[in-house]
């Protein structure tokens, strides 16, 4: 089983700037959907961004133009810039895997190997 850890989550005043990053324990396939998502206290699990392996980066709309997905096959992983932070990006990240698949979705419940997550907190 494919296991996940994300790291770089950290405290941080409105308008910085994080990077997140999630590493995979082994190599687990060549066409895999790979997402970030959030969950902010009191709130349901939101997709944030999410990527196919042969597929360019999508956002939900509250984050487009702020942060940016990348991934590093070499590396089995996928980062998360995250910039402009504002208070309401407060929230556990969490990042997710589901591979053998045509293309992505950013429901939660469609993923099926996730990460223990990081916290992110932005402070007004």
């Known amino acids: 089983q494919v296991q996940l850890r994300e790291s770089g989550g950290d405290s941080v005043q409105a308008g910085g700037s994080l990077r997140l990053s999630c590493a995979a324990s082994?190599?687990?396939?060549?066409?895999?959907?790979m997402a970030w998502f959030r969950q902010g206290s009191g709130q349901e699990r939101e997709g944030v961004a999410w990527?196919?392996?042969?597929?360019?980066?999508r956002y939900s709309d509250s984050v487009q133009g702020r942060f940016i997905l990348s991934k590093d096959p070499a590396k089995n992983s996928v980062h998360l810039q995250m910039n402009d932070l504002r208070p309401e990006d407060s929230a556990v990240y969490y990042c997710?895997?589901?591979?053998?698949?045509?293309?992505?979705?950013?429901?939660?419940?469609?993923?099926?190997?996730w990460g223990q997550g990081t916290q992110v907190l932005v402070s007004s």
């Open positions: 997710a895997v589901k591979n053998e698949v045509q293309g992505c979705t950013s429901a939660p419940s469609w993923y099926d190997i």
């Open positions: 990527i196919h392996s042969f597929g360019p980066p």
């Open positions: 082994r190599y687990f396939g060549s066409r895999f959907c």
